[in-house]
Structure formats: structure tokens, C-alpha cells
């Protein structure tokens, strides 16, 4: 296991939550989930995947949900990777932090990377976010949509492979 956090943001996310988890139990055995008191299976479906589940009342944002969670999840990892239920590692990219993640120089504290969105049948938005984080080093700004993880010190680098975000749900 990589010295590394996962800290998913979810409501309602029974669809989602297990491809999201079993996806990065290979590199984390920190999964930290922040439910806004689901009313499905997400949250049985998480604890029975070995995820530590904490509930917080969602207060309609985005970034004071996720800033909620690093100041009181019990993270003692030195990394954190902020997922979304709907997103997942490629294959690629899980060899890619395994093998790059214990190794990187003392002062990179961000690494960002590549994400595709699968959207009405083929893989579109390429963009590329800062996901991953040395802990205490970054927190998620504040804005009304489309909030990114800032990083207050330190480099930060870029991973050469992508992270998916493929949402199951229809678009009724």
C-alpha cells in the first residue's frame, strides 16, 4: 500500500461507489468516505468494501464538504487523492502513482492529472486537475462550480496517464 488517503465526496452514489472503491484499494488502504446522509446503499455497499465512512450534513458546497473532511478525517497518510464516486483510475495510472508516488522529490507536494469524461457515448473533456496532494499542503477553494484543489507550497508536477470519469446514471 502507497502512503496515501482517498477521500470521496457522496450522495446517493449505491451505482458508483463500488467500481470507485475496489478501483483504488490496490494503492490505499486509507478510504475515507464523507456521505451527506444517503438514503440508498452507498453507504452499506462502502463499509463492506472496507471504506471509513463519515457522514456530514452537505450545506450545498462543493469545496466546504471536501475542506470539511481534511480537517476532521483521520488522515495519517502523507498523500491524499480526492476522487468522485462516478471517476476511476486507468489501469495505467494506478502502475503509474505505484511506481512514482514513494520516489518524487521532498518539495512536490501537487500532482496533477489527466481526466476523460465518457459522455453520450465516447470519451470527451479531456481536462487535466490537481488530485493529488500532500496532506496539509492544499485545500479546495471556494466557488460556486468547477473548484480545484490549491496548494498553499511547494512544486507541483504532472502524471503521464488519465483518470476516467464515467457517471452510469442516465441523463433523465
Not at 511506481?99 to 476523460?116: M, N, Q, S, W, Y
Not at 477553494?141 to 473548484?147: A, I, L, N, V
Request: include cysteine; charge should be negative; aromatic fraction near 12%.
Amino acid at each position: 500500500m502507497l502512503d496515501l488517503s482517498v477521500i470521496i465526496l457522496t450522495y446517493n452514489e449505491e451505482l458508483h461507489i463500488q467500481r470507485c472503491i475496489e478501483n483504488v484499494k490496490s494503492i490505499s488502504g486509507n478510504i475515507f468516505l464523507i456521505d451527506s446522509f444517503s438514503s440508498d446503499n452507498t453507504v452499506e455497499i462502502a463499509q463492506n468494501l472496507g471504506a471509513k465512512v463519515y457522514q456530514h450534513v452537505w450545506e450545498n458546497n462543493y469545496a466546504k464538504q471536501f475542506n470539511w473532511g481534511l480537517n476532521h478525517l483521520p488522515i495519517n497518510t502523507k498523500w491524499v487523492l480526492r476522487l468522485d464516486a462516478d471517476e476511476y483510475l486507468s489501469p495505467d495510472l494506478i502502475s503509474e502513482i505505484g511506481k512514482k508516488l514513494p520516489f518524487l522529490e521532498k518539495d512536490i507536494t501537487g500532482i496533477v492529472l489527466k481526466r476523460e469524461q465518457y459522455c453520450f457515448g465516447k470519451w470527451v473533456h479531456p481536462l487535466k486537475l490537481l488530485r493529488i496532494f500532500q496532506y496539509g499542503t492544499g485545500k479546495c477553494e471556494q466557488r460556486w462550480m468547477d473548484e480545484h484543489i490549491q496548494i498553499n507550497t511547494g512544486r507541483i508536477i504532472e502524471f503521464e496517464n488519465k483518470f476516467l470519469d464515467h457517471n452510469l446514471n442516465s441523463f433523465g
